[in-house]
């Protein structure tokens, strides 16, 4: 029974009430069931002692405290949905004001979501990327195709170069000491492709097929933690070299990859695709960056529980992907040198603008009356249940038709923002202008030509080169390209 409902905190509530005396003996009585085969009495086998002797030994409040946590989820449920208010974590700050024969008075806190208004989430922009394919794109694809095609031989008559296939055996080394995941045989590596580590490649490139040979290189300081910055030795034997012969990029080529009978119809099919592939992430950049925009319009703050599970959530998310591929999550966040609280790390901005685009997409559903049938739901149902591949009832025990319903309200908040949203144009770049002409110079002075003719004679200052640039970190959700020297 509510007692009291009064807001003591920006998205807070402290909640009073009380459990009944009747449902508090019903909660005890429970709680002697759970726990009189644990209790030892004189004169009575475990389990056979009543209630009433085992309170005379123990104390009349032997069970309260399993009756209290017995009793509890269902007066505060009730005493939330009397008050009209909906919980989004576990209570806290409780206070047992009284607890006995009576009945028990409870008083607590309840975490809510936040209460914002809402303007603006109609005709929202952004910039929306073309989708246009150059001649360029096209042959680059095509060049894809004829290289994914191409035939390997087997060079023996020069040394290796940059664009080769060096097939390597090869075991890495540092102090000595030969290190876990620093070894392989029959490994193909392209020279030149960046896979392995800076310096490993390059000192293959000159070596003979059949060389046995030490590289000597440096680990990079955002490397696995243990190998971080440290130098390594890999003893390498080079066991064959192989270079790639491409295919001729004309009818014939386009009959042997496609169901196309000319590389006219095959170019056209590589633009129409590439064209699709850039329409869609066009789509998908703009959406992404339409609800940036409506997250920013949500200005509340937001309860830090809300960040937490969604940031959970994410992890999850990215634990899944990862074992996907096979691939243990604890060595894989070794590999990246990172632990578990140190990508949540990263995931916690994005994790508030998700939260804060839910929030959004919910006061939209309401400021719209969005509804959502019995028959939105049941369809919703079907759909997972195709989805997933088991059936509708089983969908049904795991997810709950106030969650289906929330989702489906969000969804159709969502497109009444997508259809309002303004597709702005990106912007051209001004074309370089033409330089004016260059002025015709003077004919040089009798006095002058002498000393024109020196310094014609003088050597040009030698230009200086531009710097390496430096390979930039690789991201914590990227996965590594190569489990061993890479």
């Known amino acids: 029974m509510l007692i009291s409902a009064e807001k003591t905190g920006t998205n807070e509530f402290t909640v009073e009430f009380k459990i009944s005396a009747e449902d508090f003996a019903a909660a005890v009585m429970k709680a002697y069931h759970k726990n009189k085969n644990r209790i030892n009495v004189p004169g009575f086998r475990k389990g056979k002692a009543p209630k009433a002797i085992i309170e005379k030994m123990y104390g009349e409040n032997v069970f309260y405290d399993d009756a209290l946590e017995i009793a509890f ?82 060079v023996e008559d020069r040394p290796a170069e940059n664009g080769d296939i060096a097939n ?143 940031t959970d959530n994410m992890l999850n998310e990215f634990r899944y992907n990862v074992e996907a591929q096979g691939i243990p999550f604890e060595q894989y966040l070794k590999y990246l040198g990172m632990t578990e609280d140190s990508v949540k790390e990263t995931y916690k901005d994005r994790a508030e603008k998700e939260v804060k685009t839910e929030l959004a997409l919910e006061k939209i559903a309401e400021l719209e009356g969005v509804e959502v049938t019995a028959e939105d739901v049941e369809a919703e149902y079907a759909a997972m249940a195709e989805r997933y591949g088991v059936d509708v009832d089983t969908v049904k025990k795991a997810v709950s038709e106030e969650r289906v319903t929330d989702e489906l309200k969000n969804r159709k908040a969502s497109d009444i923002v997508k259809e309002n949203a303004v597709a702005e144009e990106p912007a051209k770049e001004e074309k370089p202008r033409k330089k004016a002409p260059a002025k015709k110079k003077a004919a040089p002075k009798a006095e002058d030509e002498a000393a024109a003719a020196e310094k014609a004679e003088e050597p040009a200052p030698a230009k200086k080169k531009a710097p390496a640039k430096k390979k930039a970190a690789p991201k914590a959700e990227e996965a590594p390209a190569e489990e061993t020297a890479e």
């Not at 004309?250 to 695709?273: M, N, Q």
């Open 168 to 310: 390597i055996d090869f075991e890495g080394f540092t102090d000595g000491v030969a290190f876990e995941g620093g070894k392989g045989e029959d490994h193909d590596l392209e020279l030149g492709s960046g896979s392995f580590i800076p310096g490993f490649e390059e000192q293959i490139v000159g070596h003979n097929a059949g060389d046995e040979f030490d590289i000597n290189v440096t680990f990079p300081e955002e490397y696995a933690e243990e190998l971080a910055g440290k130098d390594a030795v890999f003893k390498i034997k080079l066991n064959a070299i192989k270079t790639k012969e491409l295919p001729e990029a004309d009818d014939e080529f386009a009959k042997d990859v496609s169901e196309f009978d000319t590389l006219d119809e095959l170019k056209a099919d590589i633009r129409k695709t590439i064209g699709e592939r850039k329409q869609s992430a066009a789509d998908r950049n703009f959406e992404s960056a339409i609800f940036d925009k409506l997250a920013e319009l949500v200005t509340a703050e937001i309860p830090q529980c809300m960040i937490d599970r969604t």
């Open 73 to 154: 989820p269902d007066a505060y449920d009730a005493a939330l949905e009397e008050a009209g208010i909906k919980g989004i974590d576990n209570p806290f700050g409780f206070d047992i004001k009284e607890v006995g024969k009576e009945g028990a008075h409870i008083s607590c806190k309840v975490t809510v979501k936040p209460e914002f208004e809402l303007d603006g989430y109609k005709g929202l922009s952004a910039v929306k990327d073309a989708a246009d394919v150059t001649d360029e794109e096209v042959e680059e694809d095509l060049k894809r195709k004829l290289n994914d095609n191409a035939r390997e031989i087997t």
